[in-house]
C-alpha cells in the first residue's frame, strides 16, 4: 500500500485514537518501555549494523555521533518514557465552560490534533521520543527516519508499534515510511496529516517548509544575539556571553551574534574578546569592531587571538550566519532600538538576550525584540522545554501561530467547541423572542 | 512604493506599533468612531458611485446586497467598535508565570501577532470590523478590498488610517492595497506578513490558500451536518432541522446534509420531508431516502414537493455540496459511527449536530465527529462568535492549528517567553552546581 493510502487509513482511525482514555496510552508508553528495556541487545545489534554501513560510506564522525544508539541513548529515551507519564493527560481539558442561555451549554474541549507527521534526520532516538509524544496526546504518527538509520529504526519502531497494540491502541494509528522518495509523498498528503514536525538540519528543515501545504511546527535557523547594554555589568555580562556561545555550540539557542552598545565598546570588546580567546571562539566582526580590537590587544602571545582578522570583517548580510561552531559575529549599536532593529531583521526569532543593570532598557528590548524568547541577564542557552519545567519537547517553534518557542505537549493538541441544547433554533434569537445571556460556569 | 516595500516597512514598525498602550489603541477606535459618523455623507455618497457603477455593470443583486453602505451598515459598524471598546486588551496577558531556580523567573505573555493581511471581496464594512479588530489587538494590517467596492473602500480607509494617526497610531501600520494584481504580490510576502485572513466567497478563500505560504486562517466550505439518530425526540428534531437549513440558507453553519438513522427512516424522514417542503426545501438524496418519501407521499397535492425527483438521486460524492440554498442532502445509516464517519469524510470540519435522547450515543458522536463545533439537540446555526459571547469575531477558522471554531480577539495574539536572571548559565546546570526547581508563581 502507498504512503498516501495508508495515510488515508490513519486519518479514518484517527478520531478512535483520539477516543481512547489516557489509562489506555499511559498503558502502552509502559508496554513500550518494558520492549525496549527487553529488546535492548537487539537495538544495539541493528545500531551497530546503520554504524558498520556509515563507516562504510565514509559518513562524517559528527553525523555518526548522532546515529549511535547504546545504553546511554536508550536510558535517555526510557527516562523520557518516565518522565511523559508522570505528566497529565493534555487532551480531555475543559478550557471554557459558558451558558448562552438557559439550557444552552458551550465547552471548548482540548483534543488530540489528530495525524501527526514527523521527519527526522540520522538520530533513532528522535523516533523514540516523538512517536511516545503523540501516543501520549491521542494522536497518530506517521514516522519517516534517514536512510542512515535504517536498521536501528525498523526495529524501534516494530517494538514500539508491539507493544502500542498489546496495550489496545490500533496498528494503524502508527507507520513508518522508509523509502526516501516517500518523503515527498508524505509532503502531499495535506489532505490527512494535520501537522508536520521536522527534526534536522537547516536545510532539510526549510526543504520541508518549501515544498508542502500542511502546516509545519519547528524552526529551520537559530541565529540567536546576546546584545551587551550601555548598563551592563561587565562581570555579568562575560560569563554569560562565553556560556551562551561555547557552552554547546551545535544547539539553536547558542549565541551567534554579540551586539555591543557604542558607548562601552572600548572596554568591554577587548575584555570579551580575550575571554571568548581563551575558550576558543573566533571572532568576526565589522571593520569598527575589528579596529578596536586592533588598537587594545597585543600583537604577540595568548591575546593576539582575542582580534578579528582581516578576512573575518564583515558585510551587513553576513550577520544572518548560523554557526553551530565556536565563531561569533560582533557588531557595535547606538541605542537599544538599533539592537532591537537588527535583530529583527537579521535574527530568526527564535531566542534574543540583553545584558544590562538598566530596568527600562530591559523593558525596551524585550518588548521590542520580536522573538519566541526574549532574556535579561542570562544565557540563551536556557530556551529549552526541559528547562522550562514542560517535562517533554515536541521541539523548539520560530513560528508565531499555534506554539511559539520550546513546544510541550500542549502543542499536539487542539480543541473543539461542544454546544448542548433542548431544541433551541437560531431564528427564535433572531425574532427577539429568547435572548442570549452569557454566564461562565465553574469548570467542575 | 510597492507593495512589498510597504508590507517591508511595516514589518519594521510593527514591534512599536505592539508596544503601544491599549490607551492609545481605545483611543484611536474611539477617533475612528467619531470620523466615520462625521463623515457619513462622504462614505454613503462614494458608495452611490459604487452601486452606479455595479448598475452600469450589470452585477448581480446578491453581490449588490453585500456592496451596500448605507445607515444600516454604518450602525453596525459602530456598534461594533462600541463592542470591541468594551472587551479586554487581548494582548498583555500573562499566561504562566514560573521560577525555575531562584531568581530565575520565566513569564509566558500574551503579544499582538504583528502584520496581519486581510483580503475581502465586495463588503465594505469588513473593511471598517477587521482593521478595527487589528487596531485594537495592537497588529499592523494591510487590507485588499474588492474592485467593486474600490470608491467606499478609499473613503473608509482614509478616515480610519487619518482617525488612527491623530490618536497615535503610525500611518504605516495600516496600508490599503487597490490594484488587483497587489493581491498576488501580497500572497508572495511571507516574510513579512504573519497571517492573511480571508473573507469571501469559497472559490476565493480556497484560492488564497492554494497560491501563498502565509498562513491562513478561516474557511473554504461550510458543509455542516445534522444527523437523526433512533433516539431522537421528533417534534425536538424536525424545528431544528429546519432552522438550521432554512433561518439564512446563505451562512457558512446552515445544514447541508441531513443524515437519518435507518431505524427511523419510514417514520421520520416522511414528516421532516413535508415540514421542510413547506419551507421551501428542496430534497436531494440517496435513492433509498428517495424510494421511502416515494412511497410515503401522495402524487398529487402539497406533500408531493416533499418527494426526491428522480434528478435528485446522489451518488457519494455528491455529499461533498455546499448549496448555500433551500436544497438539502438526505442519506441514511445504521450508526453513530457511521454518521461520523460520513461527516468526517464528506464534510468540512465546522460543525455538525446530533440530534438525541441517548446521552451515550451524544457522547459518541460528539467524540468522533472531528470538527470544530460539535453540536447536540440545537441548530448548527449557533456557530458564531458573537453567540458564544466572544463579542467580536475575527472570522470561523476549520483548520486545526492557532485557532479553531468562531475566533475572537484571542485569535490575533501569540506569545512570547519573558526569562530575566541574574548571571545564570546553562553550563552550571549541565555541571550540577545547580539544579532547578520549578515553582508558578501568582500571576499579580
Redesign the interface.
Known sequence: MSVRDNVRKM??V???V??LGSEVRDRALRAIRASLEKHREEIFAANREDLARADADGIADSVKKRLKFDEHKLADCLAGIDSLLSLPDPAGRITLK?E?DEG?I?ERVTVP??VIGIIFEARPDALVQISCLCIKSGNCAVLKGGRETASTNKVLFDLIRGAAASAGIPEESLLQASAHSEIDELLECDDCV??LIPRGSNAFVRYI??HT?I?V?GHSDGVCHTYVDAGA?FS?AI??L???KT??TAACNATETLLVHRSIADSFLPQAAKALAENGVRLRGTAEAARILEAACPAEGPDAAAKIAGEDVMGEEDFRREYLDLVLSVKLVDSVEEA??HI??FGSHHTDCIITEDDEA?ERF??????????????T???DGF???FGAEVGIST????A???VGLEGLV??????????????D??SGKRS?H?RDLARE
Open positions: 486519518k479514518e484517527s478520531p478512535t483520539a477516543s459558558r448562552l444552552l458551550l490534533i489528530g494535520d501537522l517548509m518549501e501545504k502546516p511546527m555589568d555579568l560569563p554569560v562565553v556560556d551562551a557552552q554547546y532591537a532593529a529583527n531583521r530591559a524585550m518588548t521590542l525584540v520580536d522573538s519566541a524568547g526574549v532574556y535579561r541577564n542570562c544565557s542557552r536556557f530556551a528547562r522550562y519545567g513560528g508565531k501561530l499555534h511559539r518557542g520550546p487542539t480543541y473543539k467547541y461542544r454546544l448542548q441544547g433542548h431544541g433551541q433554533t437560531v431564528g434569537y433572531a442570549f452569557f
